[in-house]
């Protein structure tokens, strides 16, 4: 679980007290590869840490799953809105591969916000979430897909391989036979 | 400046003494048509609440203007990203119309988190921002411009007048004569 305290350090210098609240309020997961950890139309029951593994978050539009966003340890994960007003999903969570997670419910999740060094952890994760999202946005409405997939290979090496054509071609918004050929395009250019 | 005390109390019940403290620690401004309030590139000094009028958030992309989003009045208004790490933003503000705002300094921003109050409706703020954020990306991805626009009328009634076509097109990711085309057809269907 020191990858979870690491995690938060990397935001917030936090003493041991609050690391000992921490650590016995979250329980350990396990989830399978392939597995739905959340359905659409479920409440969202977990905030969670994400030790080992990556997640996809996706919504059913017209029969067709449309991919949002990716989790990728180690990070946290949650449906935020779902998890805070305990209210319907509108996302599904699906495991891409064998997962551990430390995950907490809402009641005991507003109790550690009671602890300060820990709520401006949550305070700073929400903003950069906030901003990552925007830039989503951003590239989307701003940056061909080539450009954007060339972006996805340089902030997260390695993740193309983990991850099916399918789910990336949806999440970058292009056909997969679309992907295909930057794909083949950008092995080739990096090969001159 | 009641209307800011009424804004935050949609969040989370405020004592008489915290808004006493954040009262004071708010300035008052004000922001002609068409100002350019922050400028990509420098650095934002100001979380501010907009008490009237309507700001408009742009990227440059390409020698044209991106629209990101727009803030209308009562709401609270920043550039997060480059307030919070007081680094360059990478967007610009522009006040659409005359504007009445209450603004306030990073560093009184975080005398404030101090107020336990105060603490829990910026976080309830961005949380709600994060969420706004992840719809309008995935509007952008699941839903057509017309049905947008439909959207956008619903949710914002009045707000088509007071936004120049061009700004509005950008925002929806279309060519403005589209928008006409899509505006045209609303009002037919209207009338029908």
Request: hydrophobic share 40%; charged share 25%; aromatic share 14%.
């Amino acid at each position: 679980m020191s990858a979870f305290r690491n995690f938060i350090e990397s935001y917030v210098r936090l003493p041991d007290e609050e690391w000992d609240v921490i650590s016995g309020a979250f329980e350990p997961r396990v989830y399978k590869r392939n597995e739905i950890i959340l359905q659409a139309g479920e409440i969202c029951r977990f905030f969670g840490f994400l030790e080992k593994g990556l997640l996809r978050y996706y919504v059913e539009h017209d029969g067709n799953e449309v991919t949002k966003f990716f989790t990728i340890a180690p990070y946290c994960f949650t449906s935020a809105y779902s998890f805070r007003n305990q209210a319907p999903a509108t996302e599904s969570i699906q495991a891409l591969e064998n997962c551990v997670a430390y995950t907490i419910s809402l009641k005991n999740a507003d109790m550690l916000l009671e602890l300060k060094h820990w709520a401006v952890f949550t305070r700073k994760f929400t903003q950069e979430v906030q901003y990552q999202t925007e830039q989503l946005m951003m590239e989307a409405k701003t940056t061909p897909a080539t450009e954007r997939y060339r972006l996805l290979l340089e902030n997260y090496p390695g993740i193309v391989q983990r991850i099916p054509l399918k789910h990336l071609s949806g999440f970058l918004g292009i056909a997969p036979q679309s992907l295909s050929r930057i794909r083949k395009n950008y092995i080739r250019d990096l090969r001159k």
